[in-house]
């Protein structure tokens, strides 16, 4: 997903095969209640479409949710466009973040008085043909309630004074009573409050527990990709990153990939290279880093690509820089 000059772009395909079905976000900065379904519309699928060179809809197959492939937003300045975006960042890193203290992530809207005083965040996606609903509720005083479910039926339900684990308990050691411990130490703070999500726990350190709850815990923690400015310098190298790991190769292999499709393209780019340098403090940096977060040290990185000249010699670009801000964009498109 990303957000640039007025207009807001969702994919609907992230990684494999997730695709979101619909956001709802409630008083959240500038957003008092605003839902994005990302459902085909029609009724009735066009008359075939299964031969047509254009896609109406993703589907996965057993599943009967129709996706849009794309969705656009657009908006004059100050219309909540990029609240959106940031809306699911919080959410990301309330589920992702191990250490979180959800809390700290309440930013209500400040302008409307009439609204409820508890922020809401709900999402839905279809993972492997399953279709998947979370949702949690809180407010600058914790978490009040949490629910993921799949295919209509609870996994578990959580809300204040009331919990429900039966879907997810197996027998011993992870019985209901065994869970309801889980919850109460690891999601609490140690006072009685409900600071972290269940979802977070169980990503994190009860990954064995539930294969469902682990897969929407990895969508929403690892597979979602958000940015908020579509050109930042960092886009690139993630976008290279994701397509590594899913087609499960290396970054060079990757490369390739991409630099075959652009050809296609009519950009006469041969080839794309990553080279890393160890940076020292203080020193110089390049336009993009890379943090290695096993030894805390800063590595810059150079991207170059490479161009023949019309003597057959290969000449070196800045593929940052040198190349025009469409080359670097579209093959940013092309890796997602």
Known sequence: MTEKGGLWYHTAKIRGNTMISYVTI???????DVTLDMRYGEGKAPNGYLESERLPFLLEKGCKERIVPCLALFGSNANGKTNILKALLILQTA?????????????????VTARAEESEF???????????????????????????????????????????????????PYDEVAIEEIFRVECGDG?????????????????????????????????????IDGHEPGMFPVAVEMLSNAMQCDRETALAEIVEVVRKLAVEIKGITFTEQLADPGGPRSMVMRHDHATQKEYNVFINSSHENDRGEMVVFNFM????????????IVAH
């Open 321 to 332: 820089t040198q190349e025009s801000e469409g080359t670097v964009r579209l093959a940013t």
């Open 95 to 111: 589920v992702g973040n191990s250490r979180i203290d959800i809390r700290h992530l309440y930013d209500p809207n400040v302008i």
């Open 26 to 32: 409630k008083n959240f900065r500038s957003i008092v």
């Open 191 to 227: 006072e009685g409050r409900w600071i972290r999500p269940f979802l977070n726990a169980l990503g994190h350190r009860f990954r064995g527990l539930n294969q469902f709850a682990q897969t929407a815990f990895r969508m929403l923690a690892n597979e979602m990709q958000i940015f």
């Open 122 to 172: 709900a999402i839905g996606f279809v993972k492997n043909g399953d279709v998947y609903d979370y949702r949690i509720v809180y407010s600058d005083e914790g978490l009040h309630s949490e629910t993921l479910s799949m295919n209509g039926s609870v996994l578990y339900s959580i809300a204040e004074g009331k919990h429900e684990f039966s879907c997810i308990a197996t027998k011993q």
